[in-house]
């Protein structure tokens, strides 16, 4: 599904991404550069799915420039864009994709596949923790817009 890039990439820059993310914000020098060594940049043009909804979860990916929709059950929930990650959870359980993702704009990605994910999981334990801190911030944040949209406008 996604076209690679085998240009080589600017490792300072990538490392600044991955840095800026609450999931490897704890992360050092050596373990940023094992996530850069595992990482492939990849441009999708506007237009194209990312990831299908239904579909079994192979990629985590982060958007380094561009914007994308997150489409569920055929409408646009949200717009994403630079600093924006997804498809951690499908590969943490191995479960089906939750929402497509459609890019709006062309996309430059980094993506990490399946076996580069649990590399890391098992190389960098600490990866693990920052993770569950960063899924735990998510269920919040949903839970907080669920309470909401339950809530009664005045």
Do not use: W
Not at 125 to 141: Q, T, Y
């Amino acid at each position: 599904m996604f076209r690679c890039v085998n240009a080589p990439k600017d490792s300072r820059d990538t490392k600044a991404h991955f840095r800026a993310l609450p999931i490897f914000a704890g992360c050092t020098e050596d373990q940023l550069g094992e996530i850069d060594r595992l990482a492939d940049e990849v441009h999708v043009e506007a237009g194209r799915t990312v990831l299908r909804q239904g579909d079994l979860g192979q990629e985590f990916a982060l958007i380094v420039s561009g914007e994308a929709d997150i489409v569920k059950d055929g409408a646009v929930v949200a717009r994403i864009g630079p600093g924006a990650y997804f498809g951690e959870v499908a590969l943490l359980d191995s479960i089906t994709r939750t929402a497509s993702v459609v890019a709006a704009t062309d996309l430059t990605l980094e993506v990490i596949d399946r076996r580069g994910f649990n590399t890391l999981l098992d190389d960098l334990p600490s990866l693990s923790r920052s993770m569950l801190k960063g899924m735990a911030s998510r269920m919040a944040e949903l839970e907080d817009e669920l309470h909401q949209l339950k809530t009664p406008q005045a």
